[in-house]
């Protein structure tokens, strides 16, 4: 059984940097991904960046894609995104999740992290 826990979440100012961490415990590598995924309220949740846990490739939505940056250490267990430039529209929980495909869709993630809130406000 894998467990995912999501920290770094908090408010910040707009145009602030912000890094989320995601400490995975348990059988990692049954997975080929590690997702980071965001809900903001009354919206859907969608994919903001994926990473392949075997080359370390990562991927990113256009909507945040040149402020954020994903990336995995494996010998800790440890994956991280870090948020530059962050914007009210980034405000929401977001999770980790680990999955068997390297792709943005949610239906291939079956192991999630508890979601941590992220404020962009000032």
């Known amino acids: 059984q894998l467990q995912l826990v999501e920290s770094g979440g908090g408010l910040v100012q707009p145009g602030g940097p912000l890094r989320l961490s995601c400490a995975a415990s348990?059988?990692?590598?049954?997975?080929?991904?590690i997702g980071w995924f965001r809900q903001a309220p009354g919206k859907e949740r969608e994919g903001v960046s994926i990473?392949?846990?075997?080359?370390?490739?990562?991927y990113y939505a256009d909507s945040v894609k040149g402020r954020f940056t994903m990336s995995r250490d494996n010998a800790k267990n440890m994956v991280y995104l870090q948020m530059n430039g962050l914007i009210s529209q980034d405000t929401a929980v977001y999770y980790c999740?680990?999955?068997?495909?390297?792709?943005?869709?949610?239906?291939?993630?079956?192991?999630w992290g508890q979601g941590t809130q992220v404020t962009v406000s000032s």
């Open positions: 999740a680990a999955g068997r495909a390297l792709v943005f869709g949610d239906y291939a993630y079956d192991s």
């Open positions: 348990g059988s990692i590598w049954d997975y080929y991904a």
């Open positions: 990473i392949s846990l075997s080359d370390g490739s990562a």
